[in-house]
């Protein structure tokens, strides 16, 4: 089934690379304009770069979404640039892989203030926007880690948990507005944090073809499969 975003305008949070830049390029290949979120400049031109490659509007603005103002700045551009948004997808998060006794405080903070405040913050400041949307949709990537982890991500898995709370609770609050709010919570996907767990195992071929083999499909998620997801829903 052909999916169609014609006219609609998407923001993607963490798009630099991995996950969100999969997001972002199956959301611009179903015809929608695309807005790159990210710390990482490089990274988040060069996918809104190639978003524009597909005769897409991308823009990329680099944003700490630790920071408020930063929050506000890069929402004002959205707002003056395109005066409309549709989608917004709450990708953005950091991993540290250390244990509860050894994580530091900056280490936690970073982590929840990135993934969970900044989740709050970009979503606070792009209402305005979304109401005025006839089809606004709001997706939060959380992850498997919500509820059953692995050693070694407590902050992490912290942050995954609260987004899966704190997205039953926006949908209640705004699906009488008729916004849509979704968690997407994926299992293994290649990409990012997978890919530095895969590397730091002692067989990593071995240890990849086992995942493979816990998946009914028979190998690993894609950054593309969530963006497939998203898209269709």
Known sequence: MEISLNNRVALVTGAAQGIGEGIAMVLARAGADVIVVDIQSEGGQATADAIAALGRRGL???????DPNAVSAMMAQVTAEFGALDIVVNNAAVEYFTNMEETTLEQWDHTHHVGLRGLFLTIQSALPLLRKSENAAVFNIASVHATATIPDLGAYAAVKGGIVAMTRSM???LGREGVR????SPGFIFAGMTQVWLDSQEDRQTTLDRIHEMHPSGRIGTPEDIGNFIAFA
């Open 171 to 173: 949908a209640q609050d």
């Open 181 to 184: 709010v979704v968690a997407v």
């Open 60 to 66: 990329f603005v680099e944003t700490d979404l630790a």
